[in-house]
């Protein structure tokens, strides 16, 4: 259907010697999460080299006490107290051992690609073609010149892209089971795969390269906005429905494949990827931490619909010493939840292949607190926020190249508006709060996977 495509891409990280002697100071500032008790390990089974002991006592660590909106409830202890652990090297052995219910530590080592049949064998988007689908004919079928611009696709040509969507979807989505530690050895990656943790309680994500799910089947609406849009189906990590979840050390990104090399049709280009990390459909009690995320447009959704009422008292989320780095926006946006935004690292570039909108999105309900997050590059602070219907944000200490700004006075100023300074609540779980002056120092350097303790 003549869409390039690219794969395993790995991300740059930035060392120095200057920033490894820091690296003493942050390690002491940073407080290390507790760890269960070990039970009798299993020797997994993968082609790959098995977790050392250091690996098997980052498996067995829980989300600390006071560690963020994940350490509140029952806590998040994901598959801690499992007596025996599993490593995964292809798809089929990571989609067996992430399922069911019962306290689960699973290794990911190597390279898994989840676009691959049960062989092992790569698949292409031909591949999940279904009912003739190609894109010459939806082309055609659905040229706003042809079709309009009042209503979404329908018909045999829609109806084909759907069930090849679908065919996609039962491929390349994982669903997580509750009371489960998934976590990545050294190097290991994960790639167009869609990981689903669904409607499950208490689950740990750390230590993962997660990169490219890219949807083969974008679907075109005329009715999205002024010019329509192109609109892709999968995160590359969705929280849906679920409670104690803790997102740590992992590194996410569309790798090469990114949204700007896709091509444009109608005017508008052709994504090939929606969320990075989506918080949504009343999930509850979720710490995000230390993960890099990069080069991707629409990063983060905490609540997805405004008209989910339902999820009013819910959506408690803590993002700290999470990296942004040359992102769109959506670092998050948010609806409804109690969202505590600190000592994130936002870093962009002078580039012509991603476009900057905002980074904190108030939606309708939203209880955004922003304070102490560092901005580092070319930042206009009047476009920091973004308002979606949202009325009122905490934001505070937070600095712009190494200099104190009042980001939410700079967006009142540049658009007669009177946005609330209060949030309505006051976050009271925060383990450690690093200066924000420090932050893109101390994030730089500890955020993604290599920055787990002894990487």
């Known amino acids: 259907m003549g869409r390039s495509r690219y794969r395993d891409a790995r991300p740059l990280r930035r060392t120095t010697a200057t920033v490894a002697v820091a690296a003493i100071g942050a390690l ?109 004919d939806y082309l055609a079928a659905y040229d706003p010149a042809v079709w309009g ?39 290991a990656e994960i790639t167009g795969a869609a990981l689903q ?24 609406d005329p009715t999205d906005g002024e010019t329509g849009n192109w609109n892709s189906e999968w995160d590359l990590l969705t929280v849906y429905g679920a409670t104690n979840v803790w997102i740590d050390h992992n590194d996410l990104s569309d790798g090469d494949n990114l949204d700007a090399v896709q091509p444009v049709e109608f005017g508008r280009p052709m994504q090939a990827h929606d969320g990075l990390l989506d918080i949504v459909r009343a999930s509850d009690y979720v710490t995000v931490s230390w993960n890099d995320f990069h080069d991707h447009d629409k990063v983060m959704l905490i609540g997805n619909s405004d008209s989910r009422t339902t999820d009013r008292g819910l959506l408690r989320v803590t993002l700290h010493h999470n990296e942004f780095r040359d992102l769109g926006q959506r670092t998050p946006r948010v609806r409804y939840g109690q969202v505590d935004v600190y000592n994130n690292s936002y870093v962009s570039s002078p580039r012509d292949d991603y476009e900057y909108v905002y980074s904190w999105g108030l939606g309708v309900e939203s209880q955004l607190v ?22 009122r944000v905490t934001e505070n200490g937070n600095v712009v190249n190494l200099r104190p700004v009042d980001l939410l006075g700079a967006y009142n100023a540049a658009h007669d508006a009177t946005i609330g ?35």
């Open 28 to 136: 002491v500032l940073t407080a290390a999460p507790a760890v269960a008790g070990r039970g009798h390990e299993g020797h997994g089974h993968g082609r790959e080299p098995g977790p050392t002991r250091l690996d098997l006592a980052l498996a067995r660590q829980v989300l600390p006490d006071g560690d963020g909106w994940g350490s509140a409830g029952e806590g998040t202890t994901g598959g801690s107290a499992a007596p025996t652990h599993v490593t995964v090297t292809d798809r089929a052995e990571l989609v067996a051992a992430v399922a069911g219910d019962e306290p689960k530590i699973v290794f990911v080592a190597g390279t898994i690609d989840a676009n691959t049949d049960d062989a092992g064998n790569p698949l292409t988007c031909e591949d999940y073609a279904r009912d003739g689908f190609s894109y010459d």
């Open 149 to 187: 611009w009042d209503s979404e696709p329908s018909g045999p040509v829609e109806d084909a892209r759907v069930a090849s969507m679908a065919a996609q979807r039962e491929r390349i989505e994982i669903k997580i089971g509750a009371n489960t530690t998934l976590v990545g050895l050294r190097g």
């Open 370 to 391: 922003a304070e102490k997050n560092a901005f580092t590059g070319p930042v206009d602070p009047a476009t920091v926020i973004g308002v979606y219907k949202g009325t």
């Open 421 to 455: 300074d209060d949030a309505g609540w006051t976050p009271t779980l925060r383990r450690h709060v690093t200066s924000a002056y420090a932050v893109p120092l101390v994030v730089g350097l500890l955020a993604g996977p290599s920055g787990l303790a002894g990487r």
């Open 197 to 220: 943790i669904k409607d499950v309680d208490n689950v740990i994500v750390r230590g993962l390269t997660l990169t490219d799910a890219y949807d083969c089947f974008p679907a075109w």
